[in-house]
Every structure is written in structure tokens, then in C-alpha cells.
């Protein structure tokens, strides 16, 4: 079992950068893959970023050139760094873990989750 905890959200304007932070603790001595997903109110939840445990990453196109995800597998954390927002961006965001090496872009690829944290950008 793993556990997932999110940090870093909180209420922008937009333009402005936010870091998302992902903890996890357990048992972390497996490889994981890690992505972070969002979703807005009324709308499915849908992928933003990826990172497995090379460091090789993917994102969701309308992320890309904005956002970056870098993972620490010393400390078992895993960042979003968040720039340029705009309100589209606005929605609760989730860390999501999968035993495995290789990256996983579908929510029904993770089998763990955390509780999500709120971001919110103000036009």
C-alpha cells in the first residue's frame, strides 16, 4: 500500500505559477510510476502529466510548455510546477502512484490515489 498525500494548491490570478507537491509514503521501496490528474466541476477527470521512475515524462497538450513534473525518488515526492494559468486550469488535482516502470497516461492505469487539492485561477 501506498499513501498519497497532495500540497500546494491554493486560489491565483491568471498568468501566475503555482507548485503542486505529492508525498508518498509506505511502501515506497517498490518502483512507481506517477501522474497527476485533475477535474473540474461537471467534467471527468483527465490526465496532465506523467513521470516513471527514468524521469521520462509526458503531458496532456493543452499542459504542455506550461507545466513540468519532476519526481525525487530519495525523498518519494513528486512536483507539478504549474505556470501561466489560466482559469480553464482551475479544478481539484490528484497525485496517482502505479507499481511499474512504465508511463501511464489513463486513470484506470493507477492504483492509488490522493485526496486532491484545489486550484483555483481567477481571470
Known amino acids: 500500500q501506498v499513501q498519497l498525500v497532495e500540497s500546494g494548491g491554493g486560489f491565483v490570478q491568471a498568468g501566475a505559477s503555482l507548485r503542486l507537491s505529492c508525498a508518498a509514503s509506505g511502501r515506497t521501496s517498490v518502483g512507481y510510476a506517477m501522474g497527476w490528474f485533475r477535474q473540474a466541476p461537471g467534467k471527468e477527470r483527465e490526465f496532465v502529466a506523467a513521470?516513471?521512475?527514468?524521469?521520462?515524462?509526458s503531458y496532456a497538450d493543452s499542459v504542455k510548455d506550461r507545466f513540468g513534473i519532476a519526481r525525487n525518488n530519495v525523498k518519494d515526492t513528486v512536483n507539478l510546477q504549474m505556470s501561466s494559468l489560466r482559469p480553464e486550469d482551475t479544478a481539484v488535482y490528484y497525485c496517482?502512484?502505479?507499481?511499474?516502470?512504465?508511463?501511464?497516461?489513463?486513470?484506470?492505469?493507477?492504483?492509488?490515489w490522493g485526496q486532491g487539492t484545489q486550484v483555483t485561477v481567477s481571470s
Open positions: 496517482a502512484a502505479k507499481v511499474g516502470l512504465r508511463l501511464a497516461l489513463t486513470a484506470e492505469e493507477y492504483e492509488y
Open positions: 513521470i516513471d521512475l527514468n524521469g521520462e515524462s
